[in-house]
Nanobody
Framework: QVQLVESGGGLVQTGGSLRLSCAASGRTSSRYAMAWFRQAPGKERAFVAAISWGGSSTYYADSVKGRFAISRDNAKNTVYLQMDSLKPEDTAVYYC???????????????WGQGTQVTVSS
């Protein structure tokens, strides 16, 4: 079992920045990829970014490329999502998740956090 806890969400104006964190606990000795997804009201949960176990490979949704950056610190069992140049359409609940390898499909992720709200005002 792996427990994930997100933090860092909040209210920010258009063009602002936020840094989300996701701390993992439990069976953290296993190697796993980590990802961020988001879900806006009335929409399906969507892939945002993912990172491989070693951190050498990162992947982004087209909508956030060049604005968001995913990173991880395995010594702290934590993954981060730096979000810059935020837009109102980035408003959503952001979730972190783990999988055996980097994939982009929600159903392939084993463990999920409870989510953190990000609201971008116009």
């Amino acid at each position: 079992q792996v427990q994930l806890v997100e933090s860092g969400g909040g209210l920010v104006q258009t063009g602002g920045s936020l840094r989300l964190s996701c701390a993992a606990s439990g069976r953290t000795s296993s190697r796993y990829a980590m990802a961020w997804f988001r879900q806006a009201p009335g929409k399906e949960r969507a892939f945002v970014a993912a990172i491989s176990w070693g951190g050498s490979s990162t992947y982004y949704a087209d909508s956030v490329k060049g604005r968001f950056a995913i990173s991880r610190d395995n010594a702290k069992n934590t993954v981060y999502l730096q979000m810059d140049s935020l837009k109102p359409e980035d408003t959503a609940v952001y979730y972190c998740a783990t999988a055996q390898k980097v994939v982009f499909v929600v159903s392939m992720y084993d463990y999920w956090g409870q989510g953190t709200q990000v609201t971008v005002s116009s």
